[in-house]
């Protein structure tokens, strides 16, 4: 099982940015794939971008150009660098770890607020 923490969400004003992390305790980090997922209220929860264990990106259209997601095999981190945030963005983010064999692992979310 691994464990997720994420961090670095807050209130932030439209257009501006965030960085948020996510740290993994886990002996073995780079056979997951990394997810960050959001939920707003009254929404379903939204794959929002993902990291595969060799690196290859892969985003939900929204959010293309404005976010970028990296991951630190020797840290244990993965971050969302969120850029030119809109309200429409507010939501509680999740970092999740998946391996097809292993299972997938969620952390207990971090919000942003975007808004005026």
């Known amino acids: 099982q691994v464990q997720i923490v994420e961090s670095g969400g807050g209130l932030v004003q439209p257009g501006g940015s965030l960085r948020l992390s996510c740290a993994a305790s886990v002996r073995i980090f780079n056979i997951y794939a990394m997810n960050w997922y959001r939920q707003a209220p009254g929404k379903q929860r939204e794959l929002v971008a993902g990291?595969?264990?060799?690196?290859?990106?892969n985003y939900v259209d929204s959010v293309k150009g404005r976010f970028t997601i990296s991951r630190d095999n020797a840290k244990r981190m993965v971050y969302l660098q969120l850029n030119n945030l809109k309200p429409e963005d507010t939501a509680v983010y999740y970092c999740?770890?998946?391996?097809?064999?292993?299972?997938?692992?969620w952390g207990q979310g971090t919000q942003v607020t975007v808004s005026s």
């Open positions: 990291i595969s264990s060799g690196g290859n990106k």
């Open positions: 999740k770890a998946r391996n097809g064999v292993l299972g997938d692992s």
